[in-house]
């Protein structure tokens, strides 16, 4: 069964750098990824596509700031030079044919 | 302006019928399938739906099997979701949902602001 797992929550200062990570059923571990940001009272904005062999592509307008890496069935988003529109809920997201799969979502908080 | 804008939510019983509608705009709107995904209260993001940029094939969430269809008209730039027998954990804020490629099937590039439907008897 295709299954993402994330952290509830994640946190670090402002100015600071915070990752998010994302792990894949074993079975699954070289099945790309999407993140999402979700703000607070917003609908979701599309981050990156990360491959498994880390190589990532960001939507329109997300920040240098936003990076991605991949390492086994672990893919993560870090978050350089924490900003405070970047608090919010990141989901990853997985697909095979005919399914999609989001993770649980990790809350990222700006100390 | 690219933007896709939900429409048709609110307040149904138990057993009842929504359609919900998402109009697209400022991308060639045939080249991409479409979607939609579910966020109950204070719970986090549920594929529901997908529907391909020709209409011909579409995917269903377990949860929603037998009970959705999600169609499209390329003439209008429009999709839709035909919601029936509702239950109560059908209730949520339906989001509709751009395919990033066209021709792909992966993930999604572009979101609207949601509709929410709520269903109490």
């Known amino acids: 069964q295709l299954v993402l797992t994330q952290s509830p929550s994640a946190s670090a200062s402002l100015g600071a750098s915070v990752k998010v990570t994302c792990t894949l059923s074993n079975e699954h571990s070289d099945y790309a990824i999407a993140w999402h940001q979700q703000q607070p009272v917003k609908g979701p904005r599309y981050v990156m596509k990360l491959n498994s062999d880390g190589t990532y592509i960001k939507g329109d307008g997300i920040p240098d700031r936003f990076s991605g890496s991949s390492s086994g069935a672990e893919r993560s988003l870090i978050i350089s030079d924490l900003q405070s529109e970047d608090e919010g809920d990141y989901y990853c997201?997985?697909?095979?044919?005919?399914?999609?799969?989001f993770g649980g979502g990790t809350k990222v908080t700006v100390l | 302006e690219v933007q896709l804008l939900e429409s048709g939510g609110g307040l149904v019983q138990p057993g009842g019928s929504l359609r919900l509608s998402c109009a697209a705009s400022?991308?060639?709107?045939?080249?991409?399938?479409m979607s939609w995904v579910r966020q109950a209260p204070g719970k986090g993001l549920h594929w529901v739906a997908t529907v391909s940029g020709f209409g011909d094939r579409t995917y269903y969430g377990q949860s929603v099997q037998d009970r959705f269809t999600i169609s499209r008209d390329n003439s209008n730039n429009t999709v839709y979701l035909q919601m029936n027998s509702l239950r109560a954990e059908d209730a949520a804020v339906y989001f509709c949902?751009?395919?990033?490629?066209?021709?792909?099937?992966?993930?999604?590039?572009?979101w609207g602001q949601g509709t929410m439907v709520t269903v109490s008897s």
């Open positions: 400022g991308f060639a709107f045939k080249n991409y399938a």
């Open positions: 997201q997985t697909w095979t044919t005919g399914i999609r799969v």
């Open positions: 949902a751009k395919d990033r490629g066209a021709g792909t099937f992966d993930t999604f590039d572009l």
